[in-house]
């Protein structure tokens, strides 16, 4: 009974030594090498893959083995992107009864530039999309992971999930355009693609917005999301760009503002915008425009600038119908006058 006893603790020890290896440092193997690479060219047959040994680390509270390979890199004809790592999970009995197969792999980039990540998707499909948004994107970086499951027969499933971030990108939309500093997180799942935490300058007015999410149906795609920008004085440029469009008579000499909206719109085939609505609350600081009106006679003593301050607005626009409903200071004279008004067309 002793000896069986110590052979027993023996075992045990064993045992533990062994799950408590497998648990910290793993195994490495090339045997699912080529189960991996067969997924991969789901995505396209001519992708390429170039796989290391994979660790293969114990995890035995779930009675699963986790497969991770570091250092990878996908190929297709001469273009190449670097890849941080590749994981699966893999059922301790079917690997017992030799049944294993991958059902599942999470794909983790390395910070990519973006440039030479949509050059790398034009080798796959040259589409003028992508050739567009090559020539448009100055610099910036992207991180991402994906999630993918695969049914019996080893086709992707439409579960598949895209999570990432873009850091520091610039684009240039042509002369007037510019996006500077663009930063967010993303998800991307089946017909659904959101945008969190997204912050971006735009002609060096800051903006920001927590959410931006676009649904796709039947190839149309509806958009939704918040945008606001802190207290910001526009520049000529931006005043031109802007406002003059819109309000063409209307000369401005300084305007400073706060603005938060939320807005949705559709897009149809054939690059078509409809269904926009805006609901706008715009707090403006200072507004200053040249006094052209011939009120002397009645204000004697007005100023050479009409300046209006402080001037809360709520601004509203759906199906052809615009509003805007506001009030706060006037300074005409020498004393600031309190001023309401309601705008409709």
């Given at each position: ?6 052979i027993?603790l023996?075992l045990?020890?064993i045992?533990?030594i062994?799950i408590s290896?497998l648990?910290?440092?793993g195994?490495?193997t090339?045997k699912?090498?080529?189960?991996i690479t067969e ?14 040994e994979?660790?293969l680390i114990?995890?035995?509270f779930?009675f ?7 250092g990878?890199n ?6 190449k ?9 893999l059922?301790l009995?079917s690997?017992i009864e030799?049944?294993f197969?991958i059902?599942s792999?999470?794909i ?6 973006l ?6 998707l034009?080798?796959f499909q040259?589409?003028p999309e992508?050739f567009?948004l090559?020539?448009?994107i100055k ?17 992707i499933k439409n ?17 007037k355009?510019n996006f500077?500093?663009?930063n967010?997180?993303?998800n ?5 693609f959101l ?8 002609n060096n007015?800051?903006f920001?917005?927590d959410k931006v999410l676009i649904?796709e149906?039947n190839?149309?795609f509806?958009?939704?999301g918040?945008l ?9 440029r ?5 406002i003059?469009?819109?309000?063409p008579?209307f000369?401005?000499e ?6 938060d909206?939320?807005?949705s719109f559709?897009?149809k085939?054939g690059?078509?915008?409809t269904n ?9 600081h200072?507004?200053?425009v040249p ?9 004697p ?7 209006f ?18 009030n706060?200071?006037?300074l005409?004279q020498n004393?600031?006058d ?7 067309k």
């Amino acid at each position: 009974m002793k000896i069986f006893f110590k052979i027993f603790l023996a075992l045990i020890l064993i045992i533990l030594i062994a799950i408590s290896y497998l648990s910290i440092y793993g195994i490495e193997t090339d045997k699912f090498n080529s189960q991996i690479t067969e997924k991969i060219k789901k995505f396209d047959k001519n992708l390429e893959i170039e796989l290391k040994e994979i660790k293969l680390i114990l995890d035995p509270f779930k009675f699963k083995l986790q497969a991770k390979t570091i250092g990878t890199n996908l190929k297709n004809q001469s273009k190449k992107i670097e890849i941080e790592n590749i994981k699966t999970q893999l059922s301790l009995k079917s690997l017992i009864e030799g049944k294993f197969s991958i059902e599942s792999l999470e794909i983790s980039s390395k910070s990519l530039e973006l440039k030479n990540l949509i050059s790398f998707l034009r080798s796959f499909q040259n589409i003028p999309e992508l050739f567009l948004l090559e020539k448009t994107i100055k610099k910036g970086y992207l991180i991402s992971k994906i999630k993918l499951d695969f049914d019996s027969n080893g086709n992707i499933k439409n579960n598949y999930e895209i999570n990432g971030l873009i850091k520091d990108a610039e684009l240039n939309v042509l002369k007037k355009y510019n996006f500077k500093k663009i930063n967010l997180i993303f998800n991307y799942k089946k017909n659904n693609f959101l945008v969190k935490d997204l912050n971006f300058k735009f002609n060096n007015i800051e903006f920001v917005s927590d959410k931006v999410l676009i649904k796709e149906k039947n190839d149309n795609f509806s958009v939704s999301g918040t945008l606001a920008h802190k207290k910001s004085e526009l520049d000529k440029r931006n005043i031109n760009l802007l406002i003059k469009p819109f309000f063409p008579n209307f000369e401005i000499e300084k305007i400073l503002l706060t603005s938060d909206n939320d807005y949705s719109f559709e897009v149809k085939k054939g690059f078509k915008f409809t269904n926009f609505k805006i609901n706008s609350d715009i707090l403006i600081h200072q507004l200053s425009v040249p006094n052209n009106l011939k009120l002397k006679k009645f204000f004697p003593k007005q100023k050479k600038t009409i300046s209006f301050l402080n001037q809360k607005l709520k601004l509203q626009y759906e199906k052809n119908n615009f509003s805007i409903q506001g009030n706060g200071n006037l300074l005409y004279q020498n004393k600031n006058d309190d001023i309401e008004y309601f705008f409709k067309k």
